[in-house]
């Protein structure tokens, strides 16, 4: 909590800093834990709920405890036509989870989004935010083995 409190603290006064402060704090846990919304909401004086519906309208802050990597695919057209499904089925089978799952070990959750501005490698995942583009089934394992 106390890891919560001066993470918060440091983005108290700065304009829009609730949002930066749940980046800080999803870096840290990877997720943005109940008593970080209660942290949040006393420290930048709004109601709980004000607090909780921005934590949960982007689609990059999760509420829910998820792995400590973070791998996100991007559904969008381009990489939907360049063969993103077969690089979804190749993490799926060399993590033995399913899109929106995360590993039992807690160390990779897959997660879908959109556009990650990469088009001119499609397709593209994302793993804790850093860009893999060009990517084909036989390359997802060299990927992923970077963050075991």
């Known amino acids: 909590m106390e890891k919560i ?3 918060i603290a440091n983005y108290k006064e700065v304009p829009g800093g609730l949002i ?3 980046h800080a704090i999803q870096k840290e846990y ?3 834990p109940e008593e970080a919304l209660k942290e949040a909401a006393k420290a930048f004086n709004l109601p709980l709920s004000k607090v ?3 934590a949960t309208f982007y689609s990059y802050l999760s509420v829910k405890n998820r792995g400590k990597n973070i791998i996100r695919v991007c559904a969008s057209a381009p990489c939907h036509i360049k063969g993103a499904a077969e690089v979804v089925a190749a993490v799926e089978k060399e993590l033995g989870i399913k899109l929106g799952e995360t590993t039992a070990d807690g160390k990779f959750a897959l997660e879908a989004t959109e556009c ?3 088009c001119q490698m499609t397709p593209v995942i994302t793993i804790n935010g850093k860009p893999f583009g060009d990517l084909t089934p036989e390359k ?3 990927v992923l083995a970077q963050f075991k």
Do not use: L, R
């Open 5 to 7: 409190s001066a993470i």
């Open 20 to 22: 930066e402060a749940f």
């Open 30 to 32: 990877s997720y943005i």
């Open 52 to 54: 909780y519906g921005v």
């Open 116 to 118: 990650v501005g990469a």
């Open 140 to 142: 997802v394992p060299a």
